[in-house]
């Protein structure tokens, strides 16, 4: 369904991309429920083992690469997490776009956990939004809301990766997925940290420009 948003922004469907919302929340609120212990222990695990995806899709969804990121990050009482288990970061894109970030680990009522995470995208013609599932619901002010099943594709997760990847080594076109990217995603994971830290507001060319 994350293809599917980016087919109805490249082409247009709505008109311009205004901005992008995305929401991750998991219930662990008990010790050791991610997995392993030491994401409970560890310092800033919501955005290490968490957020970096999801900046990363952030950066799919609305075509462009961050800018600018301030935010917050806090530990509720109840947190099972010796560190910041939720946060809520502000995003400008590098083409005019902007985006905000909802993490969550310690949620305890609606949940948007892993491959089901809750992602908006409010554009000049009408509202799309996709959580689990291949649905896809778009919203226009006073009409009915649009509701299909997104276009289904052969191979899901790391087998698209690989099939991308081989196919690339056989002559096709580079992957999708390139260390590049990686590399602009986890920038973002930093400055979150550190304007939580500090409270200022990190332009991303500050961390590029020794690469």
Request: contains cysteine; proline residues 2%; charged residues 25%.
């Amino acid at each position: 369904n994350k293809q599917e948003l980016v087919r109805i922004r490249e082409e247009g469907r709505l008109g311009r991309l205004q901005h992008v919302f995305g929401r991750y929340a998991c219930d662990y609120r008990r010790p050791g429920s991610w997995g392993k212990a030491w994401r409970h222990d560890m310092d800033f695990s919501l955005l290490f083992e968490g957020s970096v995806h999801h900046f990363d899709m952030l950066r799919f969804l609305s075509g462009g690469d961050c800018e600018t990121l301030t935010g917050f990050g806090w530990n509720p009482e109840w947190s099972s997490f010796k560190h910041f288990s939720s946060g809520y970061y502000l995003m400008k894109m590098d083409n005019g776009v902007h985006a905000c970030y909802e993490g969550n680990s310690s949620a305890a009522g609606i949940t948007n956990c892993w491959n089901s995470e809750y992602y908006r995208l409010e554009f000049e013609e009408g509202t799309v939004e996709i959580s689990g599932g291949n649905q896809i619901k778009i919203y226009r002010v006073g009409q009915e809301t649009e509701i299909y099943e997104a276009p289904s594709i052969e191979r899901l997760a790391h087998g698209y990766l690989f099939d991308e990847f081989i196919g690339w080594l056989d002559g096709g076109k580079p992957s999708a997925t390139q260390i590049s990217d990686n590399i602009k995603s986890f920038i973002m994971v930093i400055a979150a940290m550190e304007t939580t830290d500090d409270g200022s507001p990190k332009h991303m060319a500050e961390y590029l420009k020794d690469l």
